[in-house]
């Protein structure tokens, strides 16, 4: 079963704007992580937040973390046409350490 | 770097075939893990790996079966391939469980 969700599916920004994608999640997590995957390939990981942090930083990277709403930010600030992905949470909770991932937000940046 | 390797990128079968996904890792990972990618679904696993030997069913197993005879290498099986077995397989590996995985490019299997 999905985990988390994102919001919205797919976004389309200029040059030089921050992108914010959202995640949503159903039960409590030890950690929320985010990846990157670009057109046909393997998922990236860029950053991972765990339950007891609300925010976390990494280069353009800005992860929020509100664990009453139990949801997640990626802001991607200053965007560049080579963050054009898709990108996704994934939720890492329960005794058996799974990963489980949304269906992701597809990214386009506009040279 | 982690270096996770698949051994196709892209692989055609006709239905009822048995098919072999190979999935290897060079950084000595004890946890690796299968996921079938598929349009609006986002990833879904099928099965993980924490140890040699050790298999256990993720989300979605029906269909598919999984060999570890080696730390560094997970197969996936699909015993009799069906055309609603098309997708993207992305094999992944990490050192700890629950935290980063690395990804492998992924195969886009096409069952006619």
């Known amino acids: 079963s999905q985990q988390g969700e994102e919001d919205p599916q797919a976004l389309s920004i200029q040059e030089g704007e921050n992108a914010t994608m959202n995640c949503s999640y159903k039960t409590s997590i030890n950690n929320l992580q985010w990846y990157r995957q670009n057109s046909g390939r393997g998922l990236v990981h860029l950053i991972l937040?765990?339950?007891?942090?609300r925010e976390k930083h990494s280069g353009r990277l800005r992860v929020t973390l509100d664990t009453s709403k139990k949801s997640s930010s990626l802001l991607i600030t200053a965007s560049r046409a080579a963050d054009t992905a898709s990108y996704f949470c994934?939720?890492?909770?329960?005794?058996?350490?799974?990963?489980?991932f949304g269906s992701g937000t597809q990214l386009t940046v506009l040279p | 770097d982690v270096k996770v390797t698949q051994s196709s990128r892209y692989l055609v079968k006709r239905t009822g075939e048995k098919v072999f996904l190979e999935c290897v890792q060079d950084?000595?990972?004890?946890?690796m893990f299968w996921y079938r990618q598929d349009p609006g679904l986002g990833l879904r696993l099928i099965y993980f790996s924490y140890d040699v030997k050790m298999k256990e069913k993720g989300d979605i197993p029906e269909g598919y079966s999984v060999s570890r005879e080696k730390k560094e290498r997970f197969s996936l099986i699909l015993e009799s391939a069906s055309t609603n077995q098309t997708s993207m397989y992305l094999c992944?590996?990490?050192?700890?469980?629950?935290?980063?995985?690395?990804f492998g490019p992924g195969t886009r299997l096409t069952v006619t």
């Open positions: 992944a590996s990490s050192l700890f469980r629950g935290y980063e995985q690395y």
């Open positions: 994934a939720t890492d909770s329960g005794s058996a350490r799974q990963l489980t």
């Open positions: 950084m000595d990972h004890e946890n």
């Open positions: 937040i765990r339950s007891n942090e």
